[in-house]
């Protein structure tokens, strides 16, 4: 049987699947992949202090090499539902658009692949006349996650870890995400920056704003060290990847008085950096900076993930080839926009990122064209072809 894209993709859009809630999501997809004879896996992923999350595996052959797709089908919030022209969970055909909740980030890329797996394998009972293993050279995989859009915590991570405790191989991974600012085929995801978070804490003196000779301001302690990290070129950028770059976004004292000098002052930043660098690194470098201008401060990091740029030429021609017979473009390798799942996926296979167009992910009345749906299924079944025939 072939799949409907559009119609998938409403079904999955119909379930509110805000992160990290299920709502039915998972069994519209596991139902249309056992369609199909995919053998589904789920499993729910706990730890302390946050929700239980589940998470689907689902796979077709047994022998190698294994292509997975992977991706989510949780969603953001909708925010102010009454701003949307439709109702965020009722998807809507309207003007060659499907409107929706995930619409591009990223239930329509999952119904897309679902569908594309449906026509390729159609091509091969229709070659070999009677569908079995051998109908083509290899196995088919999903790994779906609940845990995208938020915290990332029982989430693709845990079932990468798990896949390997079973002794299951991804050979190669494609990630769904919404990877073409404008139009289908621009932009082809070949890494991605890492992310270190941060908060820097700096304890003064308290005291008299007329009196500072008696007290230690921390405020000025922090903008110094803030003017140094700002101020200090980490790089240049590389052929890939732009300039490493640090972004404060927030300064904060909390001080209602205007005539005391505060105790502690406290600002919050972010390093989007490039593979010159580690996460270690750049901490490291961050406390030298600090140290330098004041000794009593406090600094909690958290890396997100850490840059990585796939190499692998042959998957990556894979995939321009997909898009270029598919759409009539070639995509741009990039490694722009924020952290995706794939710098988890990055430590198991080669991977790279496609999906539909970035114009309204995360915002009010999100929708994709029905054009894209279409012609990123085109896609899909472009890769398909090309990845098990190489």
């Known amino acids: 049987m072939t799949i409907d894209p559009i119609q998938l993709a409403q079904d999955l859009i119909r379930c509110p699947s805000i992160t990290p809630q299920d709502a039915g999501v998972m069994d519209v997809l596991q139902g249309a992949l056992a369609s199909l004879g995919f053998t589904v896996t789920r499993k729910i992923f706990h730890e302390d202090g946050f929700e239980d999350t589940e998470n689907l595996y689902a ?86 996650t609940n845990d995208e859009e938020g915290i990332a915590i029982n989430g693709t991570k845990k079932m990468l870890e798990w896949l390997a405790q079973q002794g299951e191989k991804l050979d190669a991974c494609v990630v769904g995400e919404p990877t073409n600012p404008v139009v289908l085929g621009e932009m082809l995801k070949v890494g991605r920056r890492g992310s270190l978070t941060c908060t820097l804490s700096v304890r003064g003196k308290q005291g008299h704003v007329a009196y500072p000779e008696l007290a230690d301001n921390p405020v000025t302690h922090l903008v110094a060290m803030l003017h140094a990290l700002k101020s200090h070129t980490l790089d240049e950028g590389t052929e ?33 950096f490039n593979n010159l660098h580690t996460g270690a690194a750049i901490e490291q470098w961050i406390h030298d900076t600090c140290k330098a201008v004041n000794t009593h401060y406090e600094l909690h ?5 850490e840059a990585f740029l796939t190499e692998n030429k042959a998957f990556t021609d894979v995939m321009v080839a997909a898009v270029q017979r598919a759409t009539g473009r070639t995509p741009k390798l990039s490694t722009t926009g924020g952290t995706s799942d794939a710098r988890f996926i990055k430590d198991y296979c080669p991977v790279v990122e496609f999906g539909t167009t970035g114009r309204t992910p995360h915002m009010v009345d999100e929708n994709v064209s029905l054009d894209t749906l279409m012609q990123l299924t085109d896609v899909y079944v472009e890769m398909l072809r090309g990845y098990f025939s190489s």
């Open 301 to 305: 990091a958290r890396l997100s993930g």
């Open 240 to 272: 890939f990847f732009p300039p490493s770059n640090l972004e404060v976004t927030s300064i904060d004292v909390g001080n209602p008085a205007v005539n005391v000098i505060p105790a502690v002052a406290t600002a919050k930043f972010n390093i989007r």
């Open 59 to 144: 796979r077709l052959g047994t022998q190698a090499p294994n292509l997975c797709f992977a991706g989510h089908t949780d969603v953001v919030p909708v925010g102010d539902e009454a701003g949307w022209r439709f109702p965020p969970f009722e998807p809507t055909l309207h003007g060659g658009h499907l409107y929706g909740r995930g619409a591009e980030d990223m239930k329509g890329a999952v119904a897309c692949f679902v569908t594309a797996v449906s026509r390729f394998l159609q091509e091969s009972r229709v070659q070999t006349s009677e569908f079995s293993e051998g109908a083509f050279a290899g196995s088919i995989s999903l790994l779906i």
